[in-house]
């Protein structure tokens, strides 16, 4: 391989294997290398490190782990087996490295985000991200802006369900963005033996993750993974968006009845608000719309009544809990000016004070809410059109404990606003009061 440092070409002696190569030369802005275990990615972000430290003399770099133990046992090693000796110091008190060329790496981990703030940055990359948080990658690119070099951002990991990597590098072409997927088998540099061993240790799913480097669902999911197949087959992108939040994908029949579930965003990190708008009958729901988005308290309880107004009136359940209970009040007040039978078209926890707007998610009740949203999946009533929402569904898992709630790196907005929708649904009234006849029946 040449590269050139100081203004002088140089030929180094590291092999690759051709999709470590093709990963390599790529220079698109953001790029993922998604393969599986011991599939050489690490080995492959080590090379591009060097490769831009060497024609980016005084760049400022940064290199990140999910943990301490992971960056010093993996990431850097990979670095220090591939950097030349003697082209590069590295200080372990501060965890950075100096090339020869003045250029810069600093080595970091993202267990607290937040700490990644701060240098202004030509280039990072993350190792094992799919380990690390979405946070991290959106804190490091808001620092991609060091002037006079190129900017980067880069990943290398084994997959780890339908998490933010799935979402920013698989899940639809978009420009800029580039994936590289390889398999375990596909590092020529392996021991002969190596696949083949674990082969006989891994069922044939995690084999898909952990060997092939695929984002499927492992066992443990949550909810009936082949109603969650058949549901992402039926799902297609929104007819029109109003206000870039509000995601439309029918429009309210005359005669239609509809139910809104919100779930609620803690401040504007993180969780998304999400509410998801139904249609209502003995088949179940079926998604119309949604509101999606980090939004103000105030912002989100508006959205949730223009819906609600748009949608004939829908009934209303927002969580209350949390950043919720600002959104359930605020909620509660705007409907004072609706012509829609007020109060009696939200839910509230205490039926006849009318006193506690909204659906209390805590301990007591949070299982129970989960149960009723697995059971509508599993027997096929509940119907949703938007990919991110089933994809989030898939990626809803059963913890040892037997409770449910995302795996690392996913969210679970779509299906707390959901769950929230079915808890509500049997308390649904419609036209100034009155009880709906499907509620009475069941389904």
Request: aromatic share 10%.
């Amino acid at each position: 391989m040449t590269t050139r440092t100081a203004d002088k070409p140089v030929d180094l002696d590291i092999t690759m294997f051709p999709k470590q190569r093709d990963f390599v030369m790529d220079t698109a802005p953001f790029k993922a290398a998604v393969t599986g275990i011991g599939g050489g990615k690490s080995r492959a972000g080590a090379i591009d490190d060097l490769l831009y430290l060497s024609r980016n003399p005084k760049s400022l770099s940064m290199v990140t782990a999910p943990t301490y133990k992971m960056l010093m046992d993996a990431t850097l090693r990979s670095v220090f087996e591939v950097f030349p000796q003697g082209w590069y110091e590295f200080g372990k008190a501060d965890m950075q490295l100096i090339f020869r060329n003045g250029a810069e790496i600093l080595f970091r981990t993202t267990d607290d985000a937040e700490r990644l703030r701060g240098p202004n940055l030509a280039r990072f990359r993350m190792d094992e991200a799919a380990l690390s948080p979405e946070s991290a990658f959106l804190i490091l690119q808001g620092r991609l802006r060091q002037p006079g070099f190129p900017q980067q951002g880069i990943v290398t990991t084994t997959p780890k369900g339908f998490n933010w990597v799935y979402r920013t590098f698989a899940q639809k072409k978009r420009a800029e963005y580039s994936l590289h997927h390889w398999r375990t088998q596909d590092n020529i540099f392996l021991p002969p033996n190596f696949v083949k061993s674990l082969q006989g240790s891994y069922d044939e799913t995690f084999q898909a993750q952990e060997l092939g480097g695929e984002f499927i669902l492992l066992s443990g999911g949550y909810f009936q993974s082949q109603a969650l197949q058949t549901m992402l087959e039926d799902c297609s992108d929104p007819k029109r968006t109003e206000r870039g939040v509000l995601k439309i994908w029918r429009d309210p029949a005359p005669t239609g009845r509809y139910i809104i579930g919100a779930d609620c965003a803690w401040g504007f990190k993180g969780a998304f608000d999400c509410a998801i708008v139904g249609t209502y009958g003995f088949e179940g729901v079926e998604q119309v719309a949604e509101v999606y988005g980090r939004l103000s308290d105030g912002e989100m309880a508006r959205e949730i009544v223009a819906a609600h107004k748009m949608y004939n009136h829908a009934y209303i359940g927002v969580e209350n809990n949390g950043e919720g209970k600002n959104v359930a009040n605020l909620v509660r007040e705007l409907l004072k000016d609706c012509d829609c039978g007020k109060e009696s078209s939200m839910y509230f926890q205490d039926d006849d004070k009318r006193e506690k707007p909204g659906w209390y998610t805590g301990s007591s009740t949070r299982d129970v809410q989960l149960r009723v949203l697995e059971e509508a999946v599993r027997n096929g009533h509940l119907k949703l059109r938007c990919v991110d929402a089933v994809q989030e569904f898939m990626s809803f898992i059963r913890r040892d404990d037997g409770k449910g709630g995302p795996a690392e790196g996913a969210y679970a907005d779509h299906p707390m606003a959901a769950s929230v929708l079915f808890a509500v649904r049997p308390s649904a009234t419609f036209g100034g009061g009155v009880k709906s006849v499907a509620v009475e029946s069941g389904w």
